[in-house]
């Protein structure tokens, strides 16, 4: 069965500092791994994904994030966090393998830069 | 641009009430889904449909259908409400299924009084 987990509900950080935001990931087969972010009052939107190649992903907004399949995660990063960052912030994970239509999204991590 | 479109940002319904949630996409995508979200649970799937006519049960069927009789649009019927359905609905759409990341709308929240 596939599962998400995003073990941190909220992260701090200043403006300027560098973010990270935590995932790991459960899959049978080859992951298909995505971040997205939700503003207040707004549906999802995507960030980036992995599917294959290179371990470091770049995505919108200065995002990246870095596919460990040792340590079955997937954390987003961004060197120099924005006021504007200001979000939730949901994990997902796709089984690439099976081809199968569900997508399991984790609880969400909601991100505060302070100016 | 892929536009998925929600047919209500907000919404009210009386307990017992039957509620119908509507989603349009305009990019001809064959696969669309309708999660609710609720704090601290994340996105739970309701249903999805991988083609016209098409649907299959996600991981929190009870109380819900759909129907999409046009690929363009997928509803998303409350049989009868009750006060527990009160979340957030987002719908989702996808080109196909070897097609990786989902387009949302922007979200209908729904509260049951």
């Known amino acids: 069965a596939q599962s998400v987990a995003q073990p941190e509900d909220q992260v701090n950080v200043a403006e300027g500092n560098p973010l990270t935001v935590k995932c790991t990931y459960s899959?049978?087969?080859?992951?298909?791994l995505f971040w997205y972010v939700q503003y207040p009052n707004r549906g999802l939107q995507f960030l980036l994904k992995?599917?294959?190649?290179?371990?470091l992903v770049k995505g919108s907004y200065g995002f990246e994030a870095e596919f460990n399949k040792s340590q079955t995660s997937f954390h987003l990063k961004k060197p120099s966090a924005l006021v504007s960052d200001s979000a939730l912030y949901f994990c997902a994970v796709r089984d690439g393998d099976t081809g199968g239509f569900k997508t399991i999204f984790g609880a969400g991590t909601r991100l505060f830069v302070k100016a | 641009d892929v536009k998925v479109t929600q047919s209500s940002r907000y919404l009210v319904k009386r307990t017992g009430e039957k509620v119908f949630l509507e989603c349009v996409q305009d990019m001809d995508h064959e696969n669309m889904f309708w999660y609710r979200q609720d704090p601290g649970l994340g996105l739970r799937l309701i249903y999805f449909s991988y083609d016209v006519k098409m649907k299959e049960k996600g991981d929190i069927p009870e109380g819900y259908s759909v129907s999409r009789e046009k690929k363009e649009r997928f509803s998303l019927i409350l049989e009868s409400a009750s006060t527990n359905q009160t979340s957030m609905y987002l719908c989702?759409?996808?080109?196909?299924?070897?097609?990786?990341?989902?387009?949302f709308g922007q979200g209908t929240r729904l509260t049951v009084v």
């Open positions: 992995y599917i294959t190649g290179d371990n």
């Open positions: 989702a759409s996808r080109p196909h299924r070897e097609s990786t990341e989902a387009f």
């Open positions: 899959v049978s087969g080859n992951p298909y």
